[in-house]
């Protein structure tokens, strides 16, 4: 089944770690985003990428870094400089429409990160 | 600032009640408008979206949710809640450079 598959499910991470959050989509969609989800604040937008080797900042980029070598990949790095980075983390992906039109995303389960 | 606002953050009903949950957004020009909710322990579904046409467009599970271009408003709808429906509720604006912006969710409760 086509879908997207966020790794892991939970995620503990020591304060100064970097930590690499997976996000893997067989749907053959063209763009991926990242988004975090804090309760009461909706969903944010982080970065996001509508080709392969590009990608753009979202709304709370920083202490955030992501790459997209593959159309299938787009792994999310929470930094040491992010300070707030407990949350939980969404991925989704989309078709890119030429013409201004967009069919809606399809999410993963999302990874819930926890600093300790 | 551009943004999506929905003004409910917790809304309980009873069973067979009527629901609207209320969304605004502030980006001019054309949009494209979505519903998306989350089932406890689940992930984003999208419930329903809006393009052009008809403002009043009808989603999976009995929701409907009409497009008020004057009033910058996509409410959602649905004349009976069942206590399945207990979800949070999450209205997103797609414009201009295809990606999406989400108002800050709405937690639904239908008591049974």
């Known amino acids: 089944d086509g879908g997207i598959t966020q790794s892991p499910k939970y995620l503990f991470r020591k304060e100064g770690q970097n930590v690499t959050l997976s996000c893997e989509q067989n749907?053959?969609?063209?763009?991926m985003y990242w988004y975090r989800q804090d309760p009461g604040q909706g969903l944010r937008l982080i970065y996001y990428?509508?080709?392969?080797?590009?990608?753009q900042k979202g709304d709370i980029a920083e202490g955030y870094s992501v790459s997209r070598e593959k159309k299938e990949s787009f792994p999310l790095t929470v930094t040491s400089a992010q300070k707030n980075p407990t949350a939980f983390y969404l991925c989704?992906?989309?078709?890119?429409?030429?013409?201004?039109?967009?069919?809606?995303?399809?999410f993963g389960s999302g990874t819930r990160l926890t600093v300790v | 600032a551009q943004s999506v606002s929905q003004h409910n953050h917790h809304v309980i009903l009873s069973e067979a009640a009527s629901l609207e949950l209320g969304c605004n957004y502030s980006?001019?020009?054309?949009?494209?408008l979505f519903w998306y909710v989350q089932y406890p322990g689940q992930h984003l579904q999208l419930l329903l979206k809006?393009?052009?046409?008809?403002?009043l467009v009808k989603g999976i599970k009995g929701f409907e949710a009409e497009f008020i271009k004057s009033k910058f408003s996509f409410n959602l709808r649905k004349p009976s809640v069942q206590w399945s429906d207990t979800a949070e509720y999450f209205c997103?604006?797609?414009?201009?450079?295809?990606?999406?912006?989400f108002g800050a969710g709405t937690r639904l409760t239908v008591k049974p």
């Open positions: 989704a992906s989309s078709i890119v429409i030429t013409a201004f039109t967009s069919y809606g995303y399809t």
């Open positions: 749907l053959n969609h063209d763009a």
């Open positions: 990428s509508q080709i392969v080797n590009d990608f």
């Open positions: 980006y001019g020009g054309t949009v494209n």
């Open positions: 809006y393009f052009s046409g008809d403002p």
């Open positions: 997103a604006v797609n414009h201009n450079n295809n990606d999406m912006r």
